[in-house]
């Protein structure tokens, strides 16, 4: 597969019919070598009278991703998401959609640094006066080019950057943004759980996330921090937390764990909590073996992990769902035959 740089390399606009997936298309496209990107940003949700910051697409269905028209349409026939490449409304839809890559660039940092303050436009709906093309100097948003201008409704001059065709990001130029990393969060961290279910799933995914998912790279360097922090708030309602039953202690202990070694904090207590929850689990529990899967990886303890595949080899062939997800999951950690 060529390189996201190769000469016939472009930005394409990809569209989607896979609902609510647009992350994890990302993911999946980057661990294919396309550069791809997804513009993002926080929601509050109410659940169970707890406020939960939830980071989604900012536009739905709507991802941007790098590469020939080849790559992409040899990605999509070997996809098991619905994807496809949108086309120009300008050529009369003979013609795909793309954006050049000063524009993209800039359009990735103003997400980069301003994910919960950016606006966003259909370009149909507004008609831009553009005014000198600017490069902002200093600040959060140094060094990102577009268009100061004033847009309808809105009483502060706007950072603009369009997407010819797809959208237009606007972001008021204020002293409060320059801080915005700075301010307190909407969410109280010190609070109890009042979810102690949703908490602990939600939890386990984002570690999960984090630490095995995530892939490294700068354009998601601003999410990575948002994810993390969001793994914090949580992390502090549900320390707390005691399952009123073993399993439920185990769901617990395994998420705090995962989310102390994502973050590299407080790892002696997680790890003590995993390891009393282990104690307390049947032995024939599958999500006992997950908390000892977990342990003997990020212990590197391979002896844990040769005995894990051998309970694997004492079942009968005959899987259940949960042994499949566990088989799953080993293979990942401890990759070998068996």
């Known amino acids: 597969m060529e390189s996201p740089n190769a000469p016939n390399s472009q930005w394409f606009v990809v569209g989607t019919l896979t609902k609510n997936r647009e992350i994890a298309i990302r993911d999946h496209l980057i661990a294919s070598h396309l550069e791809c990107f997804v513009p993002l940003t926080y929601t509050t949700k109410v659940v169970k009278q707890q406020k939960q910051r939830m980071l989604v697409p900012a536009i739905s269905g709507l991802i941007f991703v790098k590469g ?7 990605y999509f026939l070997k996809s098991k998401y619905q994807l496809f490449l949108r086309k120009s409304t300008f050529s009369r839809k003979k013609d795909y959609l793309t954006v050049n890559d000063c524009e ?3 359009f990735i940092r103003l997400m980069e640094r301003a994910q919960e303050k950016v606006n966003f436009y259909n370009p149909a709906d507004i008609k831009l006066q553009k005014g000198d093309k600017i490069i ?3 600040g959060i948003f140094d060094g990102i080019e577009g268009y100061v201008m004033r847009i309808a409704g809105k009483r502060n001059k706007q ?9 237009i ?6 002293p409060e943004m320059l801080e915005l990393k700075e301010r307190n969060e909407s969410v109280c961290c010190n609070m109890r759980s009042k979810d102690v279910e949703g908490d602990t799933k939600r939890l386990t995914e984002l570690s999960k996330r ?11 360097k601003d999410e990575r921090n948002l994810i993390e922090k969001e793994i914090r708030d949580i992390y502090l309602r549900l320390k707390p937390m005691q399952g009123v039953i073993s399993l439920l202690e185990g769901r617990i202990a395994m998420a705090l764990y995962l989310a102390s070694q994502g973050l590299k904090e407080d790892e002696d207590y997680a790890t003590k909590r995993l390891l009393a929850a282990i104690k307390k689990i049947k032995e024939t529990s599958i999500l006992r073996l997950f908390l000892m899967l977990y342990h003997a990886y990020f212990t590197h ?6 005995k894990l595949r051998l309970v694997i080899g004492s079942w009968d062939g005959k ?3 949960a042994q499949r997800r566990f088989i799953e999951e080993f293979d990942k950690l401890f990759p070998s035959t068996y």
């Open 104 to 106: 993209m660039e800039s």
């Open 136 to 138: 902002v100097r200093g």
């Open 319 to 321: 899987y259940s769902e």
């Open 159 to 167: 950072l603009v950057v369009s997407i010819p065709e797809v959208t």
């Open 169 to 174: 990001a606007a972001v008021t130029l204020s």
């Open 68 to 74: 020939t028209l080849d790559e992409l349409k040899d």
């Open 301 to 306: 303890d391979s002896e844990a992990g040769d």
């Open 210 to 220: 984090l630490l095995f998912y995530m892939p490294e790279t700068y354009r998601i």
